[in-house]
Nanobody, 132 residues
Framework: QVQLVESGGGLVQPGGSLKLSCTSS????????IGWFRQAPGKGFEAISC????????HYEDFAEGRFSISRDKGKSTVSLQMSSLKPEDTAIYYC?????????????????????????WGPGTQVTVSS
């Protein structure tokens, strides 16, 4: 069974930092585009960032540019999202996503927008709360 699992969420004060990680089971993340979405209470899914399988192409939404950084460790087959200068409005459930289908993979260039429907495997999410 293929799965994604996020970790690293928690409570952090405004201005603080947090690093989320995503691991896979049943397959290796090294060969697939990966991304991060979030969902705040009462709102829809919001794209954050993605990276192609090679790591050459990355995309960030405007709010994430300069504060969030996506990376992958191919030795460990993991993906991370480093978040800094966190704000209360960053409070949400954060999801790691990937696309395992046979079609064109998402996140092939920097300017390509992200959509939830581009990804067919989602982790259960990890809660991030930014509060003093």
């Amino acid at each position: 069974q293929v799965q994604l699992v996020e970790s690293g969420g928690g409570l952090v004060q405004p201005g603080g930092s947090l690093k989320l990680s995503c691991t896979s089971s049943g397959f290796s993340l090294n060969y697939y585009s990966i991304g991060w979405f979030r969902q705040a209470p009462g709102k829809g899914f919001e794209a954050i960032s993605c990276m192609d399988s090679s790591g050459d192409a990355t995309h960030y939404e405007d709010f994430a540019e300069g504060r969030f950084s996506i990376s992958r460790d191919k030795g460990k087959s993991t993906v991370s999202l480093q978040m800094s200068s966190l704000k209360p409005e960053d409070t949400a459930i954060y999801y790691c996503v990937t696309y395992l289908g046979a079609g064109r993979p998402p996140c092939t260039h920097k300017s390509q927008p992200m959509a939830p429907s581009d990804y067919d495997l989602w982790g259960p999410g990890t809660q991030v709360t930014v509060s003093s």
